[in-house]
């Protein structure tokens, strides 16, 4: 397997799976349509498009143009609230996954590593999450990558594709490249505009959850760990659906806590409402993925805010 195409590649997560596979000598083929991706990230050695997966035409374009041998698939958009709110804009995330298996079927590309979400399951029945438990998706971006997953499953049946559904939970961290979220939605994000004075407050939305400090929990993962998992996935010779966590979770208090020990300083928060469509608690069960991938986290949330840290800093 030489020649991978990266949707999304330009993205936060995107551009660190390009960094780490043009280092371990794979051909890179990056498609983004640069919403949020940040061009400059996408290392020199990969072949670069701005196309939007929505453009069947252009993406017909790119696969004739190379001889892809398998994709990883991280082009979406992400944010829970704005999903409830958008679901006209959030309904892209499935056609442009049809419109990318189709390019596939037509060129002949057997393989794919889907960027998923723990956000599939929905309010979870138990904690850790395992693969077994229900998908019952709380928000609309939860079912697009549900959706997706169902789709990739079923031409896999038709079509004969491999594919290795990796289910996220909050991924955070920086890989050496400093991307810099230009409209930041996620936490760790958030915390640090605080934190450096690019945001006037963090806002925690809500402190009155069934947890130990009533703010929500949250199991994060490194940046690094997700990239090295979804390398490893390519040589898998099976279709599996696969947790990415590291079964240790984090409230949103323990999380500022731990920013304000590591900046230095006190910053401001406030407690807001809770935001529709968030569940009190999501912990991945990680047994599955050592079994399959032999992975394991290597980092933990002081290394993941560090990190950051370092990357805000510099771009101030």
Known sequence: MKQILVTGGAGYIGSAAVKALVEKGYEVVV???LSKGVKELVDKKAKFYK???IDKEA???VFQENEIDA???FAAYKAVGESMENAVKYSDNIK?????LD???????NKIIYSSSAAVYGEPKYNPIDEKHPTEPCNYYGFTKL???SL???YGKVHDIDYVSLRYFNVAGDSGLGYIDPNALNIIPIIMEAATGKRDKLIIFGDDYDTRDGSCVRDYIDVNDLVRAHILALDINSSEIINLGTSDGTTVKELVKAATDIVGKEFNYEIGERRKGDPAKLVASNKKAKEILGWKPEKDIKDMLESTFKAYNKNL
């Open 31 to 33: 498609v983004d349509n």
């Open 51 to 53: 196309v939007d997966l």
């Open 59 to 61: 993406l017909d374009n």
């Open 71 to 73: 994709v990883m698939h």
């Open 96 to 100: 442009g996954t049809i419109n990318l």
């Open 103 to 109: 390019m596939m079927v037509k060129y002949n590309v």
């Open 147 to 149: 959706e997706c997953e």
């Open 152 to 154: 990739i499953r079923w």
